[in-house]
């Protein structure tokens, strides 16, 4: 196993154990990575999203991100492919109003089936 297929799998693994742990109705472990003292608002913020080099997961991240901060402009968007090309990395700049706002996006994308991790 390459390192980038081990850090989908652990990053799968934390997804999978968030996702029984809500279920569970248990607090999440993470919590919010980010606190006020660290981040001004307004703010540009990059957010990262890998997921396959297909439609759903780019349709997805795009919605999700889309969602909670407005229309993406072209030029706010960075798309990478792997380097054996089956995944795909989007990095979104958007303008951050709140900690909550980020945290909802990250949430969501968390949840969503076709985001394998999300940065």
Same mark, same amino acid.
Do not use: W
């Given at each position: 196993?390459? +390192?980038?297929?081990? !850090?989908?799998?652990?990053? +799968?693994?934390?997804?999978?154990?968030?996702?029984?742990?809500?279920?569970?109705? $248990?607090?999440?472990?993470? +919590?919010?990575?980010?606190?006020?003292?660290?981040?001004?608002?307004?703010?540009?913020?990059?957010?990262?999203?890998?997921?396959?080099?297909?439609?759903? !997961?780019?349709?997805?991240?795009?919605?999700?991100?889309?969602?909670?901060a407005g $229309?993406?402009e072209?030029?706010a968007?960075?798309?990478?492919?792997?380097?054996? +090309?089956?995944?795909?990395?989007?990095?979104?700049?958007i303008?951050?109003?709140?900690?909550?706002?980020?945290d909802?996006?990250?949430?969501?994308?968390?949840?969503?089936?076709?985001?394998?991790?999300?940065l």
């Amino acid at each position: 196993m390459d +390192g980038f297929t081990a !850090f989908l799998t652990a990053s +799968g693994m934390q997804k999978f154990r968030a996702k029984q742990d809500a279920r569970a109705g $248990k607090p999440s472990k993470c +919590g919010s990575l980010m606190t006020d003292d660290l981040l001004e608002f307004p703010s540009e913020f990059p957010i990262k999203m890998m997921g396959r080099d297909q439609p759903e !997961f780019r349709a997805a991240a795009m919605a999700i991100v889309e969602r909670h901060a407005g $229309k993406v402009e072209e030029d706010a968007i960075r798309v990478a492919a792997s380097s054996n +090309g089956n995944f795909l990395s989007i990095t979104v700049t958007i303008t951050a109003t709140s900690r909550e706002q980020l945290d909802d996006i990250y949430r969501d994308l968390t949840d969503d089936e076709h985001i394998l991790v999300a940065l």
